[in-house]
């Protein structure tokens, strides 16, 4: 039986790829209208923060399960 940290590392992981992927597309495709701090990538910083985060629920997961 999987545990619910299985799923929320599972879904940070995901949606932290597609925001780092979106960042990726963004920096060399940059938008004609510039927002606040758009200089800084808040899209790649977030997106690898939501994957290390994913990560680290997946690895809590595969430590605290029984054999």
């Known amino acids: 039986m999987k545990t619910i940290w299985f799923f929320v590392g599972l879904l940070m992981v995901l949606i932290g790829g597609i925001i780092t992927l979106t960042g990726v597309y963004l920096y060399f495709n940059p938008q004609v209208t510039h927002t606040a701090l758009a200089e800084t990538h808040p ?25």
């Open 43 to 67: 899209n790649l910083w977030w997106g690898g923060i939501m994957i290390i985060f994913g990560i680290i629920m997946l690895l809590i997961k595969d430590n605290g399960e029984e054999t």
